[in-house]
C-alpha cells in the first residue's frame, strides 16, 4: 500500500494534527523502527510536551592536519566504516592569510583508525610531494577540491569499483561532477572523462551513495537558487546516467536560507530515514557556519530543523569563517554500543592547521518527544499491524522521577481492554529497546487480527522518548 505523503506546518515545537486517509505502514512487515524526528507519526501533542532537538556532545580531537601537504584549510571530510576499519578521506590545503594565497595545490588525503578516534596518516607512497611520495595523498589530480568516496553497497557491484567517488571538476571548460572508482579505496581511476552531472555549482562536498531502500544510487550536490546557496538531488541506476536534478523541497514556513554542505545519508538503524547535517552558512557574519540537522522520508523532501546542532559554543574555534563543518558519516565506536560518533571540524583559517573533533548522538537520539515535570500526553496517527508486530519496544530516558506509559487503542481512540495506559506498567530508567509490558503481558500478536489498525497514546512525564519499534519474538 502506498503512503500520501503529508506536509507538515512545523515550528520549533509546533505540530499539526493533518491524518493520513490510510494506516501509516511501518516498513514491509510493519517492523521498521520509527523515529520522532519530523511529525510523521503524530497526530496530537496536549500538555506539557514537546519535540526536543538534541545536539550531540563534544568528545575529543582526533585529527590534526599539520602536515605540510596538509594546513588550514583542509575540509569536506567523510568518514565510514569499512569492516573493522574506519576510513576517512579529505581535501589537503593551506591558505597562507598573510599573501591571500594558497601555498600548495590541492590534494585528496587518506587517514584510517580501528576505533574510530585514533586515526593514522599511513605513508601510501602514490604521488610526489615536494619530492617526496612518504604521504597519505590517495588522489591528485582533477577533483581534488571535494572528492568524496563511499563503499557501495549494491550487489551487483563489480569488484573493482566496490568503491565509488564523486568529485567537482572543470577541465577544458567541462564543469560538473566527475565518477571515480577503486578496487581498494586507495589506487583511483576516472570512470568516465567528462562530468555524468553538469546542472550545479558544485564547490561543496557534493556526494552519493547506494541506497539499499530504493534499489538505486542517489547524489546531493550543491546549487545556487534566488541568489541563495542551495542543494539539488539525483538518482541513477548505474552511477553514470543521472537523473536531471532538482531542488530539494522543506517544510512550509521554513526560512530561505544559505546550505552549503548537505551530509545526507541514509540512516543506518532506519535506512527508510535520509538524514542531513546541512551547514548553514551566514556571509553577513563574517562567513560563519553551523551544522544543523535534517530528515526526510522520500530523499527529496525535507523536515529541517533551525536550531544549529554544533553551535559555535561547543569546543573551540568555530566561531571563525568556515570553520564549523559536520563531516559526511555517522559511525558507532568500539566501547560505545549505545552511541553514535559525529564529527565536525574546528578551526578553519585561523592556525597553521585545522581540527577534526569528534561528537557523540545516543543512538535515534536526533529528536525527542520530551515531557516535562506536569507531564503531558501524545497520540499517533493510525498504524497498520504488520505480520511481525508481537511485541513494542521503545528508546526513552526518564530522568530522575520521570515515568513513560503507552496505551494502544482503536484507531478512533476507543480504548482495547489490557491495553490502557492504566494497565501499563510504567517504564522508568534508560533504554534503548525496551518491551513495553501491559496487565497480561508484553505479547500484542494478537491485536493483529482483531485490531489490525491501531493508534498510540503515550503519557510522558519527565522523560524522552526517542524512537519505536514493532518487533516479533525472537526464535
Given at each position: 500500500m502506498m503512503i500520501k505523503p503529508v506536509i507538515f506546518i512545523i515550528g520549533l515545537c509546533s505540530l499539526t494534527s493533518e491524518i493520513t486517509a490510510d494506516p501509516i505502514q511501518l516498513g514491509k512487515y510493519g517492523n521498521a523502527r520509527e523515529l520522532f524526528v519530523d511529525g510523521y507519526l503524530i497526530s496530537k501533542i496536549e500538555g506539557d510536551l514537546k519535540q526536543h532537538l538534541h545536539k550531540p556532545k563534544p568528545k575529543e580531537i582526533v585529527l590534526t592536519t599539520g602536515e605540510s601537504w596538509e594546513g588550514n584549510t583542509c575540509a569536506y571530510y567523510t568518514i565510514f566504516r569499512d569492516g573493522p576499519k574506519y576510513r576517512m578521506y579529505y581535501r589537503g590545503s593551506h591558505y597562507d592569510t598573510q599573501s591571500k594565497k594558497a601555498t600548495h595545490p590541492e590534494v585528496t588525503c587518506y587517514a584510517e583508525s580501528k576505533d574510530g578516534i585514533h586515526w593514522t596518516k599511513p605513508e601510501l607512497g602514490l604521488f610526489d610531494f615536494n619530492g617526496s611520495k612518504a604521504n597519505n595523498i590517495v588522489w591528485k589530480g582533477i577533483g581534488t577540491h571535494c572528492f568524496v568516496v563511499f563503499k557501495d553497497s549494491n550487489p551487483k557491484c563489480k569488484h573493482e569499483a566496490r568503491y565509488k567517488g564523486i568529485a567537482r571538476g572543470r577541465p577544458q571548460g567541462k564543469k560538473g561532477l566527475y565518477v571515480f572508482q577503486s578496487p581498494d579505496g586507495i589506487h583511483w581511476k576516472l570512470i568516465k572523462n567528462k562530468p555524468v552531472i553538469t546542472q550545479g555549482a558544485f564547490d561543496s562536498q557534493n556526494l552519493a551513495f547506494w541506497d539499499s531502500h530504493t534499489q538505486q544510487y542517489r547524489e546531493y550536490h550543491r546549487t545556487f537558487t534566488n541568489g541563495k546557496r542551495a542543494i539539488m538531488t539525483g538518482t541513477s541506476k548505474d552511477f553514470i546516467h543521472w537523473t536531471n536534478p532538482v531542488l530539494l523541497t522543506y517544510q512550509k514556513g521554513i526560512p530561505d536560507q544559505h546550505l552549503y554542505t548537505n551530509a545526507v545519508q541514509a540512516y543506518s538503524r532506519a535506512p527508510h530515514l535520509y538524514i542531513g547535517f546541512p551547514t548553514r552558512y551566514l556571509p553577513e557574519q563574517g562567513s560563519r557556519v553551523e551544522p544543523t540537522f535534517m530528515v526526510s522520508r522520500d530523499g527529496l523532501n525535507f523536515h529541517r530543523w533551525l536550531e544549529p546542532v554544533v553551535p559555535e559554543s561547543a569546543p573551540k574555534d568555530r566561531n571563525g569563517n568556515r570553520?564549523?563543518?559536520?563531516?559526511?558519516?555517522?559511525?558507532?565506536?568500539?566501547?560505545?554500543?549505545?552511541?553514535?560518533?559525529?564529527?565536525?571540524?574546528?578551526?578553519?583559517?585561523?592556525?597553521?592547521?585545522?581540527?577534526?573533533?569528534?561528537?557523540?548522538?545516543?543512538?535515534?537520539?536526533?529528536?525527542?518527544?520530551?515531557?516535562?515535570?506536569?507531564?503531558?500526553?501524545?497520540?499517533?496517527?493510525?498504524?497498520a499491524l504488520g505480520r511481525l508486530a508481537e511485541r513494542l519496544t521503545l528508546n526513552y530516558k526518564s530522568a530522575k522521577g520521570g515515568t513513560l506509559r503507552v496505551a494502544i487503542e482503536e484507531s478512533n481512540g476507543k480504548p482495547i481492554p489490557n491495553f490502557t495506559l492504566e494497565n501499563c506498567k510504567s517504564l522508568k530508567g534508560d533504554s534503548l529497546h525496551h518491551t513495553v509490558v501491559w496487565k497480561n503481558g508484553p505479547d500484542i500478536s494478537a491485536l493483529r487480527h482483531q485490531h489490525p489498525v491501531v493508534r498510540l497514546k503515550f503519557e510522558i512525564t519527565n522523560a524522552d522518548l526517542y524512537a519505536l519499534q514493532f518487533q516479533p519474538w525472537l526464535r
Amino acid at each position: 500500500m502506498m503512503i500520501k505523503p503529508v506536509i507538515f506546518i512545523i515550528g520549533l515545537c509546533s505540530l499539526t494534527s493533518e491524518i493520513t486517509a490510510d494506516p501509516i505502514q511501518l516498513g514491509k512487515y510493519g517492523n521498521a523502527r520509527e523515529l520522532f524526528v519530523d511529525g510523521y507519526l503524530i497526530s496530537k501533542i496536549e500538555g506539557d510536551l514537546k519535540q526536543h532537538l538534541h545536539k550531540p556532545k563534544p568528545k575529543e580531537i582526533v585529527l590534526t592536519t599539520g602536515e605540510s601537504w596538509e594546513g588550514n584549510t583542509c575540509a569536506y571530510y567523510t568518514i565510514f566504516r569499512d569492516g573493522p576499519k574506519y576510513r576517512m578521506y579529505y581535501r589537503g590545503s593551506h591558505y597562507d592569510t598573510q599573501s591571500k594565497k594558497a601555498t600548495h595545490p590541492e590534494v585528496t588525503c587518506y587517514a584510517e583508525s580501528k576505533d574510530g578516534i585514533h586515526w593514522t596518516k599511513p605513508e601510501l607512497g602514490l604521488f610526489d610531494f615536494n619530492g617526496s611520495k612518504a604521504n597519505n595523498i590517495v588522489w591528485k589530480g582533477i577533483g581534488t577540491h571535494c572528492f568524496v568516496v563511499f563503499k557501495d553497497s549494491n550487489p551487483k557491484c563489480k569488484h573493482e569499483a566496490r568503491y565509488k567517488g564523486i568529485a567537482r571538476g572543470r577541465p577544458q571548460g567541462k564543469k560538473g561532477l566527475y565518477v571515480f572508482q577503486s578496487p581498494d579505496g586507495i589506487h583511483w581511476k576516472l570512470i568516465k572523462n567528462k562530468p555524468v552531472i553538469t546542472q550545479g555549482a558544485f564547490d561543496s562536498q557534493n556526494l552519493a551513495f547506494w541506497d539499499s531502500h530504493t534499489q538505486q544510487y542517489r547524489e546531493y550536490h550543491r546549487t545556487f537558487t534566488n541568489g541563495k546557496r542551495a542543494i539539488m538531488t539525483g538518482t541513477s541506476k548505474d552511477f553514470i546516467h543521472w537523473t536531471n536534478p532538482v531542488l530539494l523541497t522543506y517544510q512550509k514556513g521554513i526560512p530561505d536560507q544559505h546550505l552549503y554542505t548537505n551530509a545526507v545519508q541514509a540512516y543506518s538503524r532506519a535506512p527508510h530515514l535520509y538524514i542531513g547535517f546541512p551547514t548553514r552558512y551566514l556571509p553577513e557574519q563574517g562567513s560563519r557556519v553551523e551544522p544543523t540537522f535534517m530528515v526526510s522520508r522520500d530523499g527529496l523532501n525535507f523536515h529541517r530543523w533551525l536550531e544549529p546542532v554544533v553551535p559555535e559554543s561547543a569546543p573551540k574555534d568555530r566561531n571563525g569563517n568556515r570553520s564549523n563543518y559536520m563531516t559526511w558519516g555517522h559511525v558507532e565506536i568500539p566501547g560505545r554500543s549505545n552511541h553514535l560518533s559525529v564529527y565536525a571540524t574546528e578551526a578553519y583559517y585561523t592556525g597553521p592547521d585545522s581540527r577534526v573533533r569528534r561528537f557523540e548522538y545516543r543512538k535515534d537520539g536526533f529528536v525527542s518527544i520530551r515531557g516535562g515535570t506536569k507531564g503531558g500526553k501524545l497520540v499517533t496517527k493510525p498504524i497498520a499491524l504488520g505480520r511481525l508486530a508481537e511485541r513494542l519496544t521503545l528508546n526513552y530516558k526518564s530522568a530522575k522521577g520521570g515515568t513513560l506509559r503507552v496505551a494502544i487503542e482503536e484507531s478512533n481512540g476507543k480504548p482495547i481492554p489490557n491495553f490502557t495506559l492504566e494497565n501499563c506498567k510504567s517504564l522508568k530508567g534508560d533504554s534503548l529497546h525496551h518491551t513495553v509490558v501491559w496487565k497480561n503481558g508484553p505479547d500484542i500478536s494478537a491485536l493483529r487480527h482483531q485490531h489490525p489498525v491501531v493508534r498510540l497514546k503515550f503519557e510522558i512525564t519527565n522523560a524522552d522518548l526517542y524512537a519505536l519499534q514493532f518487533q516479533p519474538w525472537l526464535r
